[in-house]
């Protein structure tokens, strides 16, 4: 992917984070369902401050 300008900026500090998660969350969904034990992979920081200003 290419940005410019503030579109840029919005990735480094929102987009990726959230986006990594999302795919942390899918691997752990899947992983979930061949375990017994379940795993839940824990949000860093910037993770919980965006979810918290974007809910």
Known sequence: MNTEGLSTLKW??????LHDAL???????????????DKFTKWNTW???WR???K
């Open 23 to 37: 795919i942390e969350n899918a691997f752990d969904t899947i992983e979930n369902n061949f375990q017994e034990v």
């Open 52 to 54: 918290y200003i974007l």
């Open 12 to 17: 480094l500090i929102i987009i990726r984070w």
């Open 47 to 49: 993770v919980r401050i």
